[in-house]
């Protein structure tokens, strides 16, 4: 399999090398399959002549389209991770040079991946629109703003959706590069896993850090606010948009926009992550737990738990 991957000036270097590593290690691993499958050629490709990483790394790179059309694109991020500088990035010749080249690669067939960052590169060709993708967490409020065609779900580690393939942040470059050898060999796949020590993470969700999120945006802020003064009650939109000086809609519409969810969603998103709190930090039995959050059942508490981390009490107790 023919796997081009695109570095682009200021690319993230452990994003790169990552990649690269994750397709050499399953090179050196093939042979000790029954019956192994063809190796893995890796061609570092670019727009412009001379591409240097984010720490200043001079990378080699082969002129894009300049080889056989590949099997697979994938694309790392570049190494602007705030707001701000990625914002003015995207202005870049270079990079509107790169979204040119990978529409001409999507028309061909070639499958394009993309993780973290460089998810906003694959949604600057619109190849995204209409597309369920995902991208790194803690700029999903901005990627729903640039690109409002795209089908968002920012709490997924990777979606593979026919021809385009997104992962979330940073180390969903090994997720991205493990599912295309995964293509290949599923016994490849696990085994290369297994060497790097890699364990399964469908959700980045579970990584997310929601305050940073919230305060984007300074309804939706103090929404956050209020629904950690009011956990134990419960929810009501109705108090909540009253309190906060909204309607109801502009509440929704701002907690959707910023966060990707419903309010009612968000609160109970904060009744986990209290709830996880006070399992690490207290003596509490599961039932006094689940009143502090506003559930009249331990067993309420533990379904939740169960269904948004995957985990037990137990677990969550005993974890580090």
């Given amino acids: 399999m023919n796997i081009s ?4 000036d200021g690319v993230f270097d452990t994003g790169l090398a990552t990649m690269l590593d994750v397709f050499g290690t399953a090179n050196e ?4 399959l029954v019956s192994p499958p063809s190796r893995f050629t890796t061609t570092i490709v670019g727009v412009s002549a001379s591409v240097r990483t984010a720490q200043g790394l001079q990378v080699p790179v082969v002129a894009m389209g300049s080889q056989p059309d590949p099997d ?3 694309i ?6 705030m707001p701000g500088p990625l914002a003015d990035a995207l202005k870049r010749s270079d990079i509107a040079d790169a979204t040119k080249a990978l529409r001409a690669a999507a028309e061909t067939g070639t499958r394009i991946g993309a993780a973290c960052i460089g998810t906003f590169i694959l949604a600057e060709t619109g190849l995204l629109d209409h597309r369920r993708s995902t991208t790194t967490w803690w700029l999903a409020p901005m990627f729903r703003q640039l690109y409002p065609q795209v089908r968002l779900d920012a709490a997924r580690m990777l979606i593979n959706d026919g021809q385009f393939a997104t992962a979330g942040a940073a180390l969903g470059h090994i997720d991205l590069a493990l599912m295309i050898i995964r293509q290949t060999s599923p016994e490849l796949a696990a085994l290369t896993a297994k060497y790097l020590i890699v364990d399964s993470r469908p959700l980045q969700s579970a990584y997310a850090i929601s305050d940073h999120l919230a305060h984007s945006n300074p309804l939706v802020e103090r929404f956050e606010r209020w629904a950690r003064d009011h956990l134990a009650a419960g929810f009501n939109l109705d108090e909540a ?17 910023v966060l990707g969810k419903t309010p009612l969603s968000y609160f109970q998103d904060l009744r986990v992550e209290q709830a996880v709190h006070l399992l690490k930090t207290s003596s509490d039995s599961v039932d006094e737990i689940a009143a502090k959050v506003g559930y009249s059942e331990g067993v309420t508490l533990r379904n939740l738990l169960r269904r948004r981390l995957r985990k037990g009490v137990r677990e969550i107790r005993t974890a580090n």
């Fill in 241 to 257: 948009a009253t309190a906060l000086g909204a309607s109801k809609r502009t509440l929704s519409r701002r907690v959707n926009d």
């Fill in 76 to 81: 790392p991020a570049i190494g602007q991770k």
């Fill in 29 to 32: 691993l093939v042979g000790m």
């Fill in 5 to 8: 991957v695109l570095a682009l």
């Fill in 72 to 74: 697979w694109l994938v």
